[in-house]
């Protein structure tokens, strides 16, 4: 992900995705998106593993 735009401005300045300038950069509402989705696919497998380390 560093590789783009979006994501490289972040590292390099901070802040957050959605306050990226949308007039100087193109598909930030796609990287949001990308994001939002990459986050619950992590929230959802750490939720699987802490219930299969319970059922343990």
């Known amino acids: 992900m560093p590789r ?4 490289r401005d972040i ?3 901070g802040g957050l995705l959605a306050d ?4 100087q ?4 509402d796609k990287a949001v998106d990308n994001a939002r989705a990459f ?3 992590v929230v959802a497998r750490l939720k ?3 219930t299969a ?3 343990r």
């Open 39 to 41: 986050a619950v696919e």
């Open 48 to 50: 699987a593993a802490s």
């Open 25 to 28: 950069l193109s598909n930030v």
């Open 4 to 7: 783009m735009p979006g994501y």
């Open 11 to 13: 590292l390099d300045y």
């Open 53 to 55: 380390a319970e059922e």
């Open 20 to 23: 990226l300038e949308r007039s």
